[in-house]
């Protein structure tokens, strides 16, 4: 018989080895957190079920619910948790920042102010919410680093611009939140993220900013290693610093814009889940990327799942949830880690 | 042959100027050192002939080609630079960092060859860090960490390495390992090695050519024999010192003072 102590040491014995196994099991945990998400709500759907509704069944009440509701909502979340979690781990990496997460590039703000604007001042135009919300991340990005340049990128410099546009930019939230109190709360749901209501033509929306991001987040993970080396030994490296800076936030604008103008304000995941992964998988890019991605859509679906079940039939923000149950264990993470 | 030159390099920060229409020529296979006292424009010089620092006038030539037009690869083939203090992620293993080296040998889409795990394995032996080479860094003592850096750059297969003050923060005996394993490259690689020095006496001991700035100037520049004086000593650092000769005819300096008293 096999020792079975041996084995696990010498599986994980090498490190890189280790990072593999973590990440394998962060893939075990998003595809259980999608089925999950599928399976679970006021109709509970066996796992078979749900395979036969999605290959071959195309009539009865579990098609209708796994096709139209649950299967696009669980992919919408997954893909959000996908966005938001690259996006964090590339700019903790390009701002060499602990902090830095998509609202440091007033991506959440920009979207935040368009959409809410949208949603209290045209109230009747409500599809336009997403298109505007994400034209409203890009400019606040693009408006942060036009105000930060200065013959160069410096990240203090980005930080600190997009700590004073936000504050600009929330305070006219807030504003418009006051002068039209009584439509405030389908804007406060909207700030603090949720998943209700959200189906394919979301998902058509996000999907291509998540294969595109993806791509070029794996293509740029070495360039974030040397980064993360420091600017001086990055540029006697050979690497083109202020060109890799710039487009590693563009691909992390572009991957948070279409996450936040389909979900909304959803804050935690780009924070504290590349932080989490990092613990786990150490801070090679190569490994990174790849774990911050799956752990995402895990976090996503799972808080996803008991916002819905939770307090069945009302649901509460996927935000909230998050919130309450990651950033306890996070702080578990960090103590352990200490 | 001279092999990096600087020409009239200025460089001002806001109103202060800060390197002074200053020109320097480097020879190729020689160990050259920068001395000058703190705020002098010595660092700056060593970042401006490492491109680090885009000079306000003047240009730097490596092998007679304009700095500015290198791509930043093919730079880091031949040149490779080491800031003051470098600062790695704390979990990166020795072998980690040194494969970094590798970067400007690689293209885009490329893993890493067979020649780059043999000039990785070839810079940790040198380095005496092949013992040490699943490490991780961070819990390695000053002077091993230094040897990483080294390690790193030399992996680089650089014609010339640059670096800002190797030895700061180390005891005497891993500053004088430092010197040593910079020595020994430039003997038996025939690497040149331009860096910026805090001690007069390592200067004076270790390079070849020496050259001392002042307040963004040349104040002087040649062999430690020439340069290294009580002269020099005086005006450049503003203290007192007796140089001798120790016995291969290298300049030894025993401070003795002050010039002006404090105050």
Redesign the interface.
Known sequence: MLNRKNLFNTMLGD?SQWRVFIILIFAVCALGGILLSLRVGSLSISVNDIVSAILTDNSGANRQVIWNIRLPRTLVGALVGVNLSLAGAILQGVMKNPLADPHIIGVSSGAGLAGVSIMVLFPHKEYLVTPVAFMGAMVAAVFIYILAWKGGIRPVRIILAGVAVSAFLNSAISALLVFYSDRVHGALMWMVGGLSARSWPHLDIILPYTILGGIFAI?GA?RL??L???D??A??????VEVSRIAMTAVAALLAASAVSVVGLLGFVGLIVPHAARLLV???YRYLLPASALLGVAVVTLSDTLARALFSPIEIPVGIIMAFIGAPFFLYLLRRDA | MTFVKGEGLSVSFGDEMVLKNLSVEIEEGKIIAILGPNGSGKSTLL?VL???IKPNKGSVYLDDKNLVQF???????K?????QS????????VR?LVE??R??HQS?WQGKSKQDDDCVGWALRQTGLIQMA?RVVSTLSGGERQRVWIAM?LA?KPEILLLDEPTTYLDICHQLEIMELLANFNNEQHLTVVMVLHDINHAARYSDYVVVVQEGQVFAAGSPREVITEHTLREVFGVESEVILDKTGKPVVIIQGLTCKIG
């Open positions: 490190r293509l070495r290693n040397i993360n080396l420091g001086e030994i540029r006697g490296l050979g690497l083109n150490g801070s090679d | 970042k490492s491109r680090n791509s930043g690869k093919t730079l880091a083939q040149m490779a630079v080491l800031p470098p600062q790695a992620p704390s979990d990166l293993t980690d970094f080296g970067f400007p885009w699943d750059a680089q």
